[in-house]
């Protein structure tokens, strides 16, 4: 499964949500799973946005066909748009689906690993962060992804409420970095926390 994360500043806030809603025109897409996001809490004006498909091919085949089409509405309402793909590797807790219906906060981390480190990594991911996160009781499901560029990796995890979310923030993290060695790991973390926005779930 192909996933791709899009991140923009938006300009045009009413135009940007009107437009949003165009991306329904997806749901008839080949190999298309369901797309989701929202706002940042901790960015301004910044939205994130997750689209999931079965394959590369699919993907590859939706961008020269029917993107620009759906995209026209969109022009001139954001900024500063990043565009990355990651392949699915494994769930974060189990039986992922991109299903965004039930959840209220998304959360992102994005990271970059020394290269020699990239298997001792996505060891501590499976065996330390993601027992963690799956006996978090508001955690729904996440995946973990991995870039074409091989040390960059993407963690997305679905929540049902932010009290949940801050539970196992303020609880936990700290401690399990420490177990997980993610300092010898880890090159750069980026991270966001995104309210999400039922209007844009395709």
């Known amino acids: 499964m192909l996933v791709k994360w899009m991140r923009c500043t ?4 009413p135009g ?6 165009k991306w329904a025109g ?3 897409e080949p190999g298309f799973r369901g797309q989701g996001g929202g706002w940042s809490r901790a ?3 910044v939205v994130h946005l997750f689209g999931f498909w079965e394959s590369r091919a699919f993907y590859d085949s939706f961008m020269a066909r029917s993107h620009d089409r759906l995209h026209a509405s969109q022009v001139g309402t954001y900024k500063e748009m990043q565009v990355r793909l990651f392949e ?28 020699e480190r990239i298997e001792h990594y996505t060891l501590m991911q499976e065996k330390v962060w993601n027992p963690a996160m799956a006996g978090s009781p508001g955690m729904l499901r996440g995946v973990f992804a991995q870039a074409n560029a091989e040390d960059e990796f993407l963690v997305l995890s679905m929540w049902d409420s932010s009290a949940e979310y801050g ?10 970095a420490l177990r997980a060695q ?3 790991d880890v090159t750069h973390v ?10 844009w779930t395709v």
């Open 43 to 45: 960015r301004n004006g």
């Open 182 to 184: 993610t300092g010898a």
């Open 10 to 13: 938006v300009v045009d806030r």
């Open 26 to 28: 997806l749901l008839g």
């Open 88 to 115: 699915y590797r494994f769930d974060v807790k189990t039986g992922f689906r991109p299903v965004f219906t039930d959840a209220d906060l998304l959360r992102v981390a994005h990271c970059r690993v020394r290269p």
């Open 167 to 176: 539970k196992y923030r303020v609880e936990r993290v700290e401690r399990l």
């Open 190 to 199: 980026a991270g966001d926390v995104i309210d999400l926005e039922p209007s």
């Open 16 to 21: 940007f949500a009107r437009a949003q809603r």
